[in-house]
């Protein structure tokens, strides 16, 4: 978790002197979650025979208790250049749209966290639509329409402070 210092304060305990002080300390948790270290990472693959335009729904399992804004890379590794991708949780009833083309042996990178989409490394926010796509805890159903490509979801797993637990 990480917090910061807002206020500190002190004063001594009257009749002490220096000897004994009373102070306070105000600290700010601006994210108020424990993460795991290592990032977890699931690839699902979509392939389909012949290979076509086609919706595919899987389960994505954020194994933490809080909700997730993952980094999602969806990579035209399949010998396809990808265009008109849809990504839509159920779950959290979230979708998006990608209107650009992402070329064959690059990645469109959406990171939902930070609300930015990048295509082969260059900002493209201006063919994304819809809302950015994130995880509740437990089991998601996504499904995603477009060509043949991987599809992955990457984050830190995050719990609760254990005082809100």
């Given at each position: 978790?990480?917090?910061?210092?807002?206020?500190f304060?002190?004063h001594?305990?009257g009749?002490?002197?220096?000897t004994a002080?009373?102070?306070?300390?105000v600290?700010?948790?601006?994210?108020?979650?424990?993460?795991l270290?290592?990032?977890?990472?699931?690839?699902?693959?979509?392939?389909?025979?012949?290979?076509t335009?086609t919706?595919?729904?899987w389960?994505?399992?954020?194994?933490?208790?809080?909700?997730?804004?993952?980094l999602?890379?969806?990579?035209?590794?399949?010998?396809?250049?990808l265009?008109?991708?849809t990504?839509?949780?159920?779950t959290?009833?979230?979708?998006?749209?990608?209107?650009?083309?992402?070329?064959?042996?690059?990645?469109?990178?959406?990171?939902s966290?930070?609300?930015?989409?990048?295509n082969?490394?260059?900002?493209?926010?201006?063919?994304?639509?819809?809302?950015?796509v994130?995880?509740?805890?437990g089991?998601?159903?996504?499904?995603?329409?477009?060509?043949?490509?991987t599809?992955t979801?990457?984050y830190?797993?995050?719990f609760n402070?254990?005082?809100f637990?």
């Amino acid at each position: 978790a990480n917090c910061y210092k807002q206020d500190f304060s002190w004063h001594p305990v009257g009749g002490t002197g220096l000897t004994a002080i009373l102070y306070t300390v105000v600290f700010f948790l601006h994210d108020p979650f424990w993460y795991l270290e290592a990032a977890v990472s699931h690839p699902h693959v979509v392939n389909t025979s012949p290979p076509t335009t086609t919706s595919e729904t899987w389960t994505e399992t954020n194994d933490g208790r809080q909700f997730q804004y993952p980094l999602i890379t969806i990579a035209a590794n399949q010998g396809f250049a990808l265009s008109n991708i849809t990504l839509a949780n159920s779950t959290t009833s979230t979708t998006m749209t990608y209107a650009g083309t992402v070329a064959v042996g690059t990645s469109l990178v959406i990171d939902s966290a930070n609300y930015t989409v990048s295509n082969a490394g260059t900002g493209d926010l201006a063919n994304f639509t819809g809302a950015f796509v994130h995880l509740a805890a437990g089991a998601n159903s996504v499904t995603f329409t477009g060509d043949d490509c991987t599809v992955t979801f990457a984050y830190r797993i995050r719990f609760n402070t254990p005082a809100f637990d």
